[in-house]
């Protein structure tokens, strides 16, 4: 089926990104509950992370030189179908053996999710020409809600019942979503822009052509600063998810039905602000947003390290949630504008300026001579599956880091977080490049 709007390929980027997050928080939830299981202690959790974070950073490389020839959208599907056998893998193991395998498969399976789904809204953005990187990432944060909420719900029944969490990706990956949308007023063949769930037909124009001989040098430097942005993000992000069920059962003795509000709040008050990202980076700017959530994200931070009671360290998780709540949509925004500006071509500088109008604080719409160009996808998936690479390095700084700095004292672990959050404010300006021009 053919459309002449966007609707159908944003319908199945944002199912995508829903999947991930819900499947990601049900399991990041129930760790208290595997620790016990398994007689796990931090650190070895921590290396149990350590192993997953580096195998979501091949499913990520893996993204990169696979996209670039079958496209983005088959190796989106394929993520999603790993989840669905890592899930009962995890859940259902009836050995530790089993249990650690189903973790490894998830880590390549996270990758290639992370990857190409970034890949996918990344080019929407630039078809829209307007900021749509916070609302996509946004519906990665309604998925975690709704797990949370499922958790907590659930959190007295036996860890197996989690299996069914393999429900939301398999019907997502098969679902029969639109998957081709016309490229615009040109009268050009259509392009599987949304996550490919049902086969591409002949006659369809790639996903990722091949790159003009002739293009820029990608300029790394800039990417690269904002990537620092980004490994700040989700060193805190994981500390918060991973770490934050963890510390209110064993540091609080917090009833274990309720460990998953150190997740469920900070997910609510993240959503929010990413609902409203769109019109927040409008009308305020990314510099100022990313300046201000930093510090009140240190203020969070020490909140939950220094706590007297459970309760106190779910109130600073839940300001913490809105404080660096934008980071990531506008690294993944900020990269794909760089990566598509320097492409040297008319079409693809169009793109970027239009949607970095809207990042630098200026008006966002799309251009008066209809849809945005398409870009380069093919350089521009190649940047984001690096840039992607980013994530990993920050949730091992989360993830593993912090579970070694609090092995015998978790408030230890997100001190340091809360200093190095900071690094936001100098890194701030670097999120508002790309623009090559303004509307």
Known sequence: MRIS????????????????????????????????RWGLDEVALSLLLLMMVLLAGVGSLVAERAAHRV????????????????????????AVGFFVGGVALYGIALGLVDATSNMQAVDLEHRYGRPILPSSHGYWTTGGIIAAAIALATGHLSPAVGAFVAVVPAAIAFARFV?????????????????????????TQSLNPVPAPDAAPIPWRPIWLVGAGLV???????????????????????????????????????IIVRLAGG???????????????????????TLVALAPTW?????????????????APLSFSAAGRIAAGSAGSTGSASAAG??????????AGAPADGPAPEPDRARTDAVIARF?????????????????????????????????VLALVPLAPAFARGALNRR
């Open 388 to 420: 992607n690479q980013f994530n990993y390095v920050g949730a091992l700084l989360g993830a593993v880091l912090t579970g070694f700095v609090g092995a015998d004292n978790l408030r230890l672990g997100f001190a340091l977080p809360a200093v190095l």
């Open 71 to 94: 496209g983005s959208a088959p190796m989106l599907r394929l993520g999603l179908g790993l989840m669905v056998v890592a899930v009962p893998a995890i859940t259902l193991a009836p």
């Open 232 to 270: 700040v993000f989700y060193m805190v992000d994981t500390t918060a998810s991973t770490w934050g069920p963890v510390y209110l059962a064993r540091s609080f003795d917090a009833p274990g039905n309720l460990v998953a509000l150190a997740t469920f709040p900070y997910l609510v008050t993240s």
């Open 179 to 203: 998957p081709r949308v016309a490229a615009g007023a040109d009268g050009a063949h259509g392009v599987d822009v949304a996550p490919g769930l049902v086969p591409t037909g002949s006659g």
């Open 279 to 301: 019109q927040l980076v409008t009308r305020f700017g990314v510099v100022p947003l990313l300046r201000i959530g930093s510090v009140v994200a240190c203020g969070a931070l």
């Open 5 to 36: 709007s966007l609707a159908g390929a944003r319908i199945a980027v944002a199912a995508a990104f829903f999947a991930q997050g819900f499947v990601f928080i049900s399991l990041t939830t129930r760790l208290p509950r595997f620790l016990d």
């Open 354 to 363: 239009s949607a970095s109008s809207a990042a630098d604080g200026g008006t």
């Open 311 to 327: 309760q106190v360290a779910v109130a600073g998780f839940t300001v913490l949630g809105a404080a660096v709540a934008l980071v």
